[in-house]
């Protein structure tokens, strides 16, 4: 089976979207590919005129300090509880 990296994105309400997954397989993790799935998502929304992007990280997900996804322009506006099933 081979898989690519995907992002799939939705409009929330008119001009902005979010972000609903970013599937990179493990062996692939750590070299970028997420924070260009993001960018290329980012510079196609704001082609069609996207004003928002919106993206909901859990804990268990989070970027490592390292990450430029750290160091990018974003922001904790709220933090709430989600289920999430173990591993």
Not at 9 to 20: A, K
Not at 39 to 63: C, G, I
Request: with cysteine; aromatic share 4%.
């Amino acid at each position: 089976m081979n898989s690519s990296p995907a992002v799939l994105t939705s409009e929330v309400s008119s001009g902005v979207g979010h972000t609903t997954q970013i599937c990179v397989l493990p062996g692939y993790q750590g070299h970028g590919l997420g924070r260009l799935l993001m960018q290329t998502s980012a510079e196609a929304l704001r082609s069609m005129k996207f004003r928002e992007l919106t993206l909901t990280v859990t804990s268990d997900n989070q970027p490592p300090p390292s990450s430029s996804m750290k160091n990018s322009a974003s922001a904790t506006i709220k933090s709430f509880t989600a289920g999430v099933w173990p591993r």
